[in-house]
């Protein structure tokens, strides 16, 4: 699978939206881009995932750039319930689905 | 539905005890997953079941033995606990290729 790059941390106004950025320069044609996220002291949850299509759910909204070299998570109106550490994985989905965490970005958001 | 569900949610062992971790899930999904999780750092794959029958190693295996008792269940067993292995347990059910739905995790600690 290939590597993600995510800032450590970003802030971000209650009631902004908030974007998230990952780069993984070196994702093959069969990989997806998959989001999660962990609140503190959670087990994490599952966001959203896309091929080369931007994608939005009731969660949140994943822009891919047309090289897929890289993409964006944006949370439209940020709560502080949504302060948490995002992951950005890239997978084919393959072995047996078997997923590789980072480290992620720690999201705050302010009030 | 009661999604992923982990028992014990604490335990305390000293070095050399046994213990299982027990996980449940009742979303009818076939693939299961262990993950420990230590402060600052992303999950780490210890061990994986793609269907009832079947189990793999993931990354960090050493310790550890598994049993899908069933579809729904998934046990991860410590036989003889160390220190290093004084971590958050997750576990973690697929409902597609790389949708993953977690347990609320288990803290163990040993001392």
């Known amino acids: 699978d290939a590597k993600t790059t995510q800032p450590t941390s970003m802030d971000c106004a209650e009631g902004r939206a908030a974007n998230l950025p990952c780069n993984h320069s070196?994702?093959?044609?069969?990989?997806?881009v998959y989001w999660y996220r962990q609140i503190h002291s959670q087990g994490p949850q599952y966001i959203i995932h896309g091929l080369k299509n931007n994608e939005t759910n009731e969660m949140a909204s994943l822009i891919i750039t047309e090289d897929r070299k890289s993409s964006t998570l944006i949370l439209p109106h940020a709560t502080l319930r949504d302060t948490a550490v995002y992951y950005c994985?890239?997978?084919?989905?393959?072995?047996?689905?078997?997923?590789?965490f980072g480290k992620g970005t720690l999201l705050t958001v302010n009030p | 539905n009661a999604g992923v569900t982990q028992t014990p949610k604490f335990q305390v062992l000293k070095t050399g005890q046994s213990m299982t971790l027990q996980c449940a899930q009742d979303m009818n999904h076939n693939s299961m997953y262990w993950y420990r999780q230590d402060p600052g750092m992303g999950l780490r794959l210890i061990y994986y079941s793609a269907s009832e029958g079947t189990t793999d190693k993931g990354e960090v295996p050493n310790g550890y033995n598994v049993s899908r008792l069933n579809k729904r269940e998934f046990s991860l067993r410590l036989e003889s606990a160390a220190p290093s292995q004084t971590s958050v347990y997750f576990c973690?059910?697929?409902?597609?290729?790389?949708?993953?739905?977690f347990g609320p995790g288990t803290r163990l600690t040993v001392t």
């Open positions: 973690a059910s697929n409902r597609a290729p790389g949708e993953q739905y």
């Open positions: 070196t994702i093959s044609g069969n990989e997806y």
């Open positions: 994985i890239v997978s084919d989905g393959g072995s047996n689905y078997k997923l590789t």
